[in-house]
T-cell receptor
Framework: QKEVEQDPGPLSVPEGAIVSLNCTYSNSAFQYFMWYRQYSRKGPELLMY????GNKEDGRFTAQVDKSSKYISLFIRDSQPSDSATYLC????????????FGAGTQVVVTP | KAGVTQTPRYLIKTRGQQVTLSCSPISGHRSVSWYQQTPGQGLQFLFE???????NKGNFPGRFSGRQFSNSRSEMNVSTLELGDSALYLCASSLVQGSRTEAFFGQGTRLTVV
C-alpha cells in the first residue's frame, strides 16, 4: 500500500462549481499537510498547508484534515478556468526536512 | 526575491551519454532537493542536500548523483542515460518555518533521452 493515495482524475467541472479534491495517507506521524498546484510545463507551487489539527481557509480555497480517517481535502469555490491545473497533496518526511512525499496529482479542468 | 532557477530548461540527449543539471535556490535557503516527475510514477524524491552534505537519498540507481556547493547551488548528474530517464527534473529549495518546511520549486528541466 502506498503511503499517499490520490485519484489522478481528470476531474472536469463547469465554471463556478465547487471542486473537491482529496488524498488518503497511511502514516499517522505526519504533522502537517500541503497542497501544491502545477500548471502544464511548470514546477509545482505551494498553494496551502494545514496542520493535522485543523482546517484552513484562504480566499476561494479551503483545506480540511480528518485525522481519524487519515484523509485530507482541498475545496475550490467558484472555480475559474484559470484553476485548471494538476493539484498534488504533499506530506513531509519524518526523517528529513527537505523530503516530501507526493500524491499522484489530480488533473482539474474547469470549463467556461 | 528571485525564485528557484533551473538550467537548462530543455535537454535532448542520446542513450549512454551523461547529463548535468543545475539549480540555484532562493537566497538564504540551505536545503536543496531534487525530484523526478514522470507520467507513470509521479513526483519521486531523488536526494536532498543541506550545507553541502547529502542528507537523504531516494530509491534511484547510483547513476544518479548530485552535489551542493558552498553558495547552496546544486547540480545533479545522470550517467549512462537510459530511455526511462526521460522526465521532468525538479529542484526545490526549502526553508524551515517554525515546525514546518516550505519547499519552493523551480520550473524544472525537461530531459528527453533518445
Amino acid at each position: 500500500q502506498k503511503e499517499v493515495e490520490q485519484d489522478p482524475g481528470p476531474l472536469s467541472v463547469p465554471e463556478g462549481a465547487i471542486v473537491s479534491l482529496n488524498c488518503t495517507y497511511s502514516n499517522s506521524a505526519f504533522q502537517y499537510f500541503m497542497w501544491y498546484r502545477q500548471y502544464s510545463r511548470k514546477g509545482p507551487e505551494l498553494l496551502m498547508y494545514t496542520y493535522s489539527s485543523g482546517n484552513k481557509e484562504d480566499g476561494r480555497f479551503t483545506a480540511q484534515v480528518d485525522k481519524s480517517s487519515k484523509y485530507i481535502s482541498l475545496f475550490i469555490r467558484d472555480s475559474q478556468p484559470s484553476d485548471s491545473a494538476t493539484y498534488l497533496c504533499a506530506f513531509p518526511s519524518t526523517d528529513s526536512w527537505g523530503k516530501l512525499q507526493f500524491g499522484a496529482g489530480t488533473q482539474v479542468v474547469v470549463t467556461p | 526575491k528571485a525564485g528557484v532557477t533551473q538550467t537548462p530548461r530543455y535537454l535532448i540527449k542520446t542513450r549512454g551519454q551523461q547529463v548535468t543539471l543545475s539549480c540555484s535556490p532562493i537566497s538564504g535557503h540551505r536545503s536543496v532537493s531534487w525530484y523526478q516527475q514522470t507520467p507513470g510514477q509521479g513526483l519521486q524524491f531523488l536526494f536532498e542536500y543541506f550545507s553541502e552534505t547529502q542528507r537523504n537519498k531516494g530509491n534511484f540507481p547510483g547513476r544518479f548523483s548530485g552535489r551542493q556547493f558552498s553558495n547552496s547551488r546544486s547540480e545533479m548528474n545522470v550517467s549512462t542515460l537510459e530511455l526511462g530517464d526521460s522526465a521532468l527534473y525538479l529542484c526545490a529549495s526549502s526553508l524551515v518555518q517554525g515546525s514546518r518546511t516550505e519547499a519552493f520549486f523551480g520550473q524544472g528541466t525537461r530531459l528527453t533521452v533518445v
